[in-house]
């Protein structure tokens, strides 16, 4: 029973935030700025628990699947409802943002063409299009940075149900994980060297699957310098 008292506070915690939400759009209401006003809900973080990896719970250094799994909810009373199945990220928000205001008459002609123009410069693609899983041979590319930020990177694309972990600090192991057939990573594929690592996933899940893993490590590590390069980091060691 001690496992499930974590998981029965954070219930409470989701009870007390719906309650909060709905005492906000009721107010929303109230002030007659529903129809003016785009709610949209996004997690910033999942949470893991002892059900789902037994070495630890929450996120700090926990690579786990449960830690990434969040809504990404628009709401509006015009807004048509309907549930949109794509491997995307919280970045697609502002895309879907700038694509709602230009196709529903909210903007004048002056800033709809600065919001046309914004919209191409984001990497993120709009939820009210169909989802792009790859283009010209490129696959769409997902990252998730694990708390607290500088040892480990996790990897998906929207083209494959295959998930990677890599290591930045040298400190934990590489993880895949097959999201089709192994939703909750009861499974994981856990080794200490890439080159192990594709050598076991080419016997066990396929040669594909095996050059899905170089390929998301590379992009994986140049994507982790871009970053470091955009935001003018220096390591001090």
Known sequence: MGWHRDFNSYLNTVRFQDAWLGELLQLFELHGIANETLVVLVGDHGQAFKEDITTRTGTYKNGHVSNFRVPITFRHPHI?????????????????????????????????????????????????????????????????????????????????PWRLVIPLDGASQWRFTDLKNDPLELEPLEKWSMEQLVGDVRNLYGEEASQWVVQADAVAQWWAWERKRLWGYKSTK
């Open 80 to 160: 048509p409802r309907m549930q949109y199945e794509a491997n995307a990220t919280s970045i697609s928000i502002l895309p879907t943002i700038l694509d709602l205001l230009i196709n529903t008459g909210s903007l004048n002609r002056k800033d709809m063409a600065v919001a046309s123009d914004l919209l191409h410069d984001y990497e993120g693609q709009s939820l009210i299009r169909p989802y792009k899983s790859s283009r010209n041979g490129r696959r769409a590319w997902n990252f998730g940075v694990i708390n607290s930020g500088a040892s480990m990177l996790s990897v998906t694309s929207a083209d494959a």
